[in-house]
Every structure is written in C-alpha cells, then in structure tokens.
C-alpha cells in the first residue's frame, strides 16, 4: 500500500475495519466543544472550596485525610490500615509534605491538579494516534464531571492517579513508535525506561492500577509485534516487557517493605473471588447502575419526574458511548487474528498505523478488564465507581473510534457535546450537591464545646461518622471508627479497617466519648449500650448522641 492510498485499508500492524481518524477541520462544532471544555474547568476551579468541603464531609474520603495526619506521631509497632486498598501512592505524598505549613490545603488541591493532568496526558495521547479534533472529544467527555466522577476524580485514595499512569505509559509507547532503534537513542531510551518502571511502580503498588495499565501497556506492544512483525515492534515489545516487568517486581517489593513497615490494606487481589452463577446478574445491574452514576445518570429506580429524565438521558448517553467501545473493542480483538501482514512498508506509514494499533490496543485491554474486574469478580459488591475510573477513561478515548461515517462521526460529537453540556448547567445551576448524611456545622461545633467542657478528647463512633467529625473539627478531638460486633447485637468492636491500630489501646486515667446516630449501615451503633456502663454526661446535638465516660472505652471493644 503507498501513502497515498486509503487510511482504512489493512496494513502492516493496522486494524483491519477500523476507522480511520478524523480529519482535523476546523468548524463549529470543533469551537462548541473547546468552549464547552474550558468553561467546565472554570467551573470546577470556581465550585472546588465548596466541592472539597462537601467531598470530606463523607467519612469514606475523609479517612484518606485522617490518616496520614494522625501517623505523624505513633508509638512502636503501630500498624496503620488504609481499607480497601493500598494507595500508598497518595499516602507517600502526604507524608512527604505533612511537615509543610498548610500542608492540608496541598492534600485537597493535589488531587485536582493531578486530575487535570491526567485528563490532559490522556487527550494528547489521543492526538498523537487520532488526531486533534479526536483529542479534543476525548477531553471534553472526561472534563465532565459532576456529582457522581466528583469524589473519584478529587479524592487522593480514590485512584485518580490512575488517569496519569495511563498517560504516562501510553504516551511513551506512541512516542517511541517512531524512535526505538534509531541511531544514538539506545541509551536515552534505557534510561527512559528504567525511570518510567520506577514512576510506574509507585502506582502499581494498587494491584488494580497494576491490571489497568500495566497490562494493556504490555498488551499493545505484543499486539503491534504479533501484526507488524517488524524491528521496530520487535524492539519496542521487548522494552516495554522489560519495562512492565521492572514496575511489578518494584511495585511488589515496595509492597513488601510497607507491609513490614505496618501499613497495610484489608484486601487484595487474592482475596477477591469469581462470583457464582447466581451473582452475575446482581453483578450486571450493580455495573448499570455504578456506569449511569459516574455520568450522574443512575435512572435506574428513580421517580419520574423532571430530574429523572435529564437523569435518564445522561445515562442514556454514558451507556451508549459503553456499548460502542464495547462493540469496537469486540471487533478489534477478532481483528488481531483475521489479518496478517506479509511484508514492511514504509517508515513513515509503519509508524502512523503503528501508533494506531498501540492506542487502540492500549484502551480496549483496559476496557475490558475494567469491566471483567467489575462484573466477574467479588468486587462488584463494594459497589464503588472507583474501580471503573480506567474503564471510563477508556470510553472516553476511543469515542472517536466509533462511527466511520461523516454522519456518524457528527452524531458523536454532538452527544458528546450534549452530555458535557448537560453536566457543566447540572453544575453551574444546582451547585456541588450537599452530603446530608453527614454532620451540620452546628453538630460538630456542639459535640467539640460539649466534650470539650467535661475533660473528653477522644472518642469512638461508627465508621460513617468518626472520620469526618476529626476532620470537621479540625483534629481538635480524635473520634475513632468502631462498629456493632454483629448485627443482631448492641455490643461494640474496634473496626478492623481503614484505621491505626494503637488508637485502641486503652489509655489509664482518659475520659473518652461515645458518638451515636442515624442507621447509616446494619453495624452502625445508634444507641450508647447499656453494658458500657452510665456515663457522666450526656446530649444530643441535631442526629446525633454524644456521651461521655469516666474511662477509656477501649477496654470494652470487642475484638470480632
């Protein structure tokens, strides 16, 4: 094939059927969606003091806070648990900067610039294999953010670093697409390559970042060698196996030094299991309703009435750019086996399709385990959209990908256009929405002055309402998560997870306090039990029940 031949043609490491990209012509939908796409960065920018301050109102995100400020003085073998993964990544940059004056205000704000960066690092890597109008689609979808991507996309232990790792590794393999083995690049190139292990590892220490990047990041270069079978993909495959490589044996040594270091998490990859016969439907739905929600587009359930629909359209459209990637994705893996090249073509064409075949491979690997880990695995029960970050950003990088027809590539970008526009006036007309499940300024001021003037400062409440009272109160009491023992009993447990293991020591001579409230979950304690013994002192504030002891209640917490 010469260069001058269609770009939808099959050649040397390409996919056969695949669209080609979109020519970059300048027009009104192009100007739409770049206005669309600045003006939801500004808003974002504008609403993040009142986003950050409802996001930590959530227990949840403020544990990931908590935490790192908490382990800056601890005693000998303290082990500190950080829940239902290791995000050792985040937790390294905070106590890195813990010692720095309004070192919180950098906690909360890193996890935006990193979003952003990532979001840019994904869009310019669609522009190196598609092009800038493709790149310019890819942003603006993952620019919308609202309610539901909110507390993933800026919450430091949620995995937004994710989005950067991805960037980071694809970006390289497009970019040495067209320079591995060039003459004098062999040393820059190995040097290179032991630094991007080394930044990999720190987010490979995530088993579940491990599988979303660094396996489609392995997977796209053996796909291009499989095709190509040219020197360069042949080199470019044995780097990036080196590469991937280097990062896990890293990320599992970095683990290793951690976990002797007691800073550990409740769950990892082997102690997730494939769900029965009678989950997958379960499963399914829990993946409809997580996918609609990150897009704040979960109809499912809901009433109908005005905000239903406009919850149903968003979701509509976020399930519609779902089923497209899926369906290229199914397409472009029989394609890896339907065709094969016979002989090397030009540099400059092996290189453009090459590139190609390592951005399509990349995002449809990711995609797919995305989507197995969240439907056929055990996982599915945390329920949290968390763990579909990669999958979404997959979608969104292949949106281009989906229609071959002018027509079709027109309705695309007008989707795209509609759901960023309808999340972007969600924002800007009803605001972050509040967390109402959480503490009223007024509540956590009483508690604090309470306490305070019966000698308490330190306590214990449920899961979902300790953290985010220390942090509310600004560490001024330290209230620690516990939990009912089982759900059929009032007796209390320390909570074995996302916690320091020495706040539960019992501590001579301590007044402490116990915090009850609304029925957030089955092991929520609402009512001070009775074995506890009388406390001195007792009121309510709003929801919640505050009561004070003579003792440390840590010698009465169960250990179940």
């Given at each position: 094939?010469?260069?001058?031949?269609?770009?939808t043609s099959?050649?040397?490491g390409s996919?056969r059927?695949?669209?080609a990209?979109?020519?970059?012509?300048?027009d009104?939908?192009?100007?739409?969606?770049?206005l669309?796409g600045v003006?939801?960065?500004?808003?974002?920018i504008?609403?993040?003091p009142?986003?950050?301050?409802q996001l930590?109102?959530?227990?949840?995100?403020a544990?990931?806070?908590?935490?790192?400020?908490?382990?800056t003085h601890?005693?000998a073998g303290?082990?500190?648990?950080?829940?239902d993964h290791?995000w050792y990544?985040?937790?390294?940059f905070?106590?890195?900067?813990a010692?720095?004056?309004?070192?919180r205000?950098?906690w909360?704000?890193a996890p935006?610039?990193?979003?952003?960066?990532?979001?840019?690092?994904?869009?310019?890597?669609?522009r190196?294999?598609?092009?800038?109008r493709?790149?310019?689609?890819t942003?603006?979808?993952?620019?919308?953010i609202g309610?539901?991507?909110r507390?993933i996309?800026?919450?430091?232990?949620?995995?937004v670093?994710?989005?950067?790792h991805m960037?980071l590794?694809?970006?390289?393999?497009?970019?040495?697409a067209?320079r591995?083995g060039?003459?004098?690049a062999?040393?820059?190139?190995?040097?290179?390559?032991g630094?991007?292990?080394?930044?990999?590892?720190?987010g490979?220490?995530?088993?579940?970042t491990l599988?979303?990047?660094?396996?489609?990041?392995a997977a796209?270069?053996?796909?291009w060698?499989?095709?190509?079978?040219?020197p360069?993909a042949?080199?470019l495959?044995?780097?990036?196996?080196?590469?991937a490589?280097?990062?896990?044996v890293?990320?599992?040594?970095?683990v290793?030094v951690m976990?002797?270091?007691?800073?550990v998490?409740?769950?990892?990859?082997s102690?997730?299991?494939?769900?029965?016969?009678n989950?997958?439907?379960?499963?399914v739905g829990n993946?409809?309703d997580?996918w609609?929600?990150?897009?704040?587009?979960?109809?499912?359930?809901?009433?109908?009435?005005?905000?239903?629909l406009?919850?149903?359209?968003l979701?509509?459209?976020?399930l519609a750019?779902?089923?497209g990637?899926l369906?290229?994705?199914?397409?472009?893996?029989r394609?890896w086996?339907?065709?094969?090249?016979s002989?090397?073509i030009a540099d400059?064409?092996?290189?453009?399709d090459?590139?190609?075949?390592l951005f399509?491979?990349f995002?449809?690997?990711a995609?797919a385990?995305a989507?197995?880990?969240?439907?056929?695995?055990?996982?599915?029960r945390?329920?949290?959209?968390?763990f579909?970050l990669?999958?979404?950003?997959?979608?969104a990088?292949?949106?281009?990908m989906?229609?071959?027809?002018?027509?079709g590539r027109?309705?695309t970008a007008a989707?795209?256009?509609?759901f960023?526009?309808?999340i972007?006036g969600?924002n800007?007309?009803?605001?972050?929405?509040p967390?109402?499940a959480?503490?009223?300024?007024?509540e956590?001021s009483g508690?604090?002055?309470f306490?305070e003037s019966h000698?308490?400062r330190?306590?214990?409440?449920g899961?979902?309402?300790?953290?985010?009272?220390?942090?509310?109160?600004?560490f001024?009491e330290d209230v620690?998560?516990?939990?009912?023992?089982s759900?059929?009993t009032t007796?209390?447990c320390?909570?074995?997870?996302a916690?320091?293991?020495?706040s539960?020591?019992?501590?001579p001579?301590?007044?402490?306090?116990l915090?009850?409230?609304?029925?957030i979950?089955?092991?929520?304690?609402t009512?001070a039990p009775?074995?506890?013994g009388?406390?001195i002192?007792?009121?309510?504030f709003?929801?919640?029940t505050v009561s004070?002891?003579?003792r440390?209640?840590a010698?009465?917490?169960g250990r179940?």
């Amino acid at each position: 094939m010469s260069l001058t031949e269609s770009p939808t043609s099959p050649t040397p490491g390409s996919l056969r059927g695949a669209p080609a990209a979109p020519a970059d012509r300048w027009d009104w939908t192009l100007t739409l969606l770049i206005l669309i796409g600045v003006a939801s960065i500004v808003v974002a920018i504008a609403q993040a003091p009142a986003a950050v301050a409802q996001l930590y109102r959530d227990a949840d995100s403020a544990t990931g806070l908590v935490l790192p400020q908490l382990a800056t003085h601890l005693p000998a073998g303290a082990t500190i648990n950080l829940g239902d993964h290791t995000w050792y990544e985040a937790w390294w940059f905070m106590r890195a900067t813990a010692g720095l004056p309004e070192h919180r205000v950098i906690w909360e704000s890193a996890p935006y610039v990193l979003a952003f960066l990532g979001i840019g690092g994904i869009s310019w890597t669609v522009r190196m294999a598609l092009g800038g109008r493709a790149a310019v689609l890819t942003a603006v979808a993952l620019l919308a953010i609202g309610n539901g991507m909110r507390v993933i996309m800026f919450e430091p232990g949620a995995r937004v670093g994710m989005l950067a790792h991805m960037a980071l590794l694809l970006g390289a393999l497009l970019w040495l697409a067209g320079r591995i083995g060039s003459e004098g690049a062999s040393r820059r190139i190995v040097l290179g390559g032991g630094a991007l292990a080394g930044v990999t590892a720190l987010g490979a220490t995530d088993q579940l970042t491990l599988y979303e990047t660094v396996v489609p990041f392995a997977a796209a270069a053996l796909v291009w060698w499989w095709r190509a079978r040219s020197p360069t993909a042949r080199l470019l495959a044995i780097w990036a196996i080196a590469v991937a490589a280097a990062s896990i044996v890293a990320a599992e040594a970095l683990v290793h030094v951690m976990t002797d270091a007691g800073v550990v998490a409740s769950n990892s990859v082997s102690s997730y299991r494939f769900v029965p016969t009678n989950e997958i439907v379960p499963s399914v739905g829990n993946l409809l309703d997580t996918w609609t929600g990150l897009g704040d587009g979960d109809f499912f359930g809901a009433v109908i009435k005005h905000a239903a629909l406009v919850s149903l359209v968003l979701g509509l459209l976020s399930l519609a750019a779902l089923a497209g990637a899926l369906r290229f994705t199914w397409r472009t893996a029989r394609g890896w086996f339907e065709f094969r090249p016979s002989r090397v073509i030009a540099d400059r064409s092996e290189v453009t399709d090459g590139r190609r075949t390592l951005f399509v491979t990349f995002w449809c690997v990711a995609l797919a385990i995305a989507l197995a880990a969240d439907v056929l695995t055990t996982l599915w029960r945390a329920g949290s959209g968390r763990f579909l970050l990669g999958g979404w950003a997959a979608v969104a990088a292949l949106l281009a990908m989906l229609a071959t027809s002018p027509r079709g590539r027109a309705a695309t970008a007008a989707a795209v256009a509609l759901f960023a526009l309808m999340i972007l006036g969600l924002n800007v007309k009803d605001g972050v929405a509040p967390n109402t499940a959480s503490y009223t300024a007024a509540e956590v001021s009483g508690i604090s002055r309470f306490v305070e003037s019966h000698g308490a400062r330190v306590g214990y409440s449920g899961f979902w309402s300790a953290s985010n009272f220390t942090l509310a109160d600004d560490f001024r009491e330290d209230v620690f998560p516990v939990w009912k023992c089982s759900p059929s009993t009032t007796r209390i447990c320390y909570q074995p997870f996302a916690n320091i293991s020495s706040s539960y020591i019992p501590r001579p001579g301590v007044r402490t306090f116990l915090i009850t409230g609304p029925a957030i979950d089955v092991l929520t304690p609402t009512v001070a039990p009775a074995y506890l013994g009388r406390p001195i002192a007792s009121a309510t504030f709003g929801s919640y029940t505050v009561s004070v002891y003579a003792r440390d209640l840590a010698d009465a917490l169960g250990r179940e």
